[in-house]
Each structure stands twice: as C-alpha cells, then as structure tokens.
C-alpha cells in the first residue's frame, strides 16, 4: 500500500534562515501523526509546504502517488487535502449550520449556482445533516459560532473542513488556548474521525497528553531539522527528544 502522504528531503530557507532543513516523512492512509517541538522548530512552517502556501527551497511532496510539489493551495484541495489554522477560520456573524453550508456547497460546486434542483438541495441538506453528526454539533446546528465556545468553534471549523471530504486532514494546534473540557472535547473528536471513520490525519500539537494519547506515529522537529521519529513509547523514551523538548516542558511545568 502506497503512502498517503511523502514529503521528500523538504527544505525551506528565509534568507540565511532555514526553517525546515532537509526533512523527510511518511504517512500511511489511515495513520494519525502528530508533530512536535519546541517554539520555533518549524513545524507551522513545514505544515505551510505541505498545503502548498510556502513553496519548497529543495525537496519534493508526494500526495497519494501523485506529486504536487508545485500545485497551489486550491489544487491541493480539490485532490482531497484540508487544513484547519491555530486561529479559528469560520464565519461568527453565521450559525454553524450556515458555515458548514457555505463548505458543502462549495464542495459540490453549488456555492454560486442560480438554480438547482430539488435532488441538489436535497443532497446539500443531507451532507450538512452528516457533518454536524460526525462532529457532535447537531444540539447547535442554529447558535450563532460568535456566541459558542472556543472548543465547538473548533468543531464548527473542523466540520467545515470535513465538508471538502479530505483525505488528508491537517490540524494546526487543535487544542490552542483551550481549557481541560474543551481539550478533551476536541481530542475525542479527533480519536473518533481517526478510528471510526479511518481520516488520514497530521496535527501539530503542544499539549503532550493530546499528542500521547492520539498518535500512532509522532515526528519530532527542533530548529528545523528532523530530530526523531517513532511510536509514542520510542518518541517518550528517545533521549534526544527529553533533553530537547520534552524534559524542558516538565521542568517548566508546561503542557507543552
């Protein structure tokens, strides 16, 4: 079985400044990976070259056996790639089923048709119906997203995200800024995507309870470089990873 995702000795440079230095990874279809570091380690910089918003300085990017280290972002997306961002990308003035909405329509190609059938409209309602189930959001499908929670605006977004039906699904810090329950909200939502409903999915995370209870594999990255790569247990017990970025997370108190 062929990888969902290669990125291929990807590098970028700012100037003299290497933000991600030769790194290479693998992700199977299926797989949940998530990927770590400390503050400036690259990691939003190397999330930016895989959906397309950086171009690469050297290296390739493979998507599902197809490279696309040269396609922008929207053709990334139509060949089934979704991000999520760290700030939360939705419409607040909208209710959450009017933004989900906006993402089924779009999907289908209906977002600026004139007409459409009774069958199109139909199809439309039924695909929202599903987003909002799959993402628990259905009790608030009518609240206004402006009025909600951080942590079911982060559904909301990710429902939006799923309107695209991904392959791939590319979560930047789901959990930023959030509390215990909308931490452990958002990180039930995920497990359930990656095992019920088998997504392919790469997040960025620094909460490391998320990270070590989510991931099947998780990619470590320290100024830029790739520092380590293996299961939870390989990663938790890598010496290199504990003196840089683990073991000064603790020692700070930080959830990282």
Known sequence: MSNMLEVRGVSKHF?????VDDVTLMVAPGELRAIIGPNGAGKTTFFNLISGFF?????????????????????????GMART????????ELTVRQNVRIG???????????????????RVEAAIDEMLTLTGLTAQADRLVGEMSHGDQRAAEIAT???LKPRLLLLDEPTA????????QIAGLIRRLHRNSNYTIVLIEH????????????CVLDQGRLLADGT?????????????????????GQTA
């Open 232 to 252: 939870p247990k390989e990663i938790a017990d890598d010496p290199r990873v504990q003196e840089a970025y683990l073991g000064s997370a603790a020692d700070s």
């Open 15 to 19: 100037g003299s400044l290497r933000a």
């Open 85 to 92: 961002f760290q700030i939360t990308e939705i419409f607040p």
């Open 207 to 218: 909460d490391m309870r998320v990270v070590f209870n989510l991931a099947d594999r998780i």
């Open 55 to 79: 171009p690469p300085t050297t290296g390739e990017i493979v998507f599902d056996g197809e490279v696309i280290t040269q396609l922008p972002v929207a053709a990334r997306v139509a060949r």
């Open 161 to 163: 995200a799923l309107t």
């Open 177 to 184: 800024g959030m509390g215990e329950h909308e931490t452990y």
């Open 104 to 122: 089924v329509e779009s999907a289908s190609g209906l977002r600026l048709a004139l007409w459409r059938s009774r069958a199109d409209a139909a």
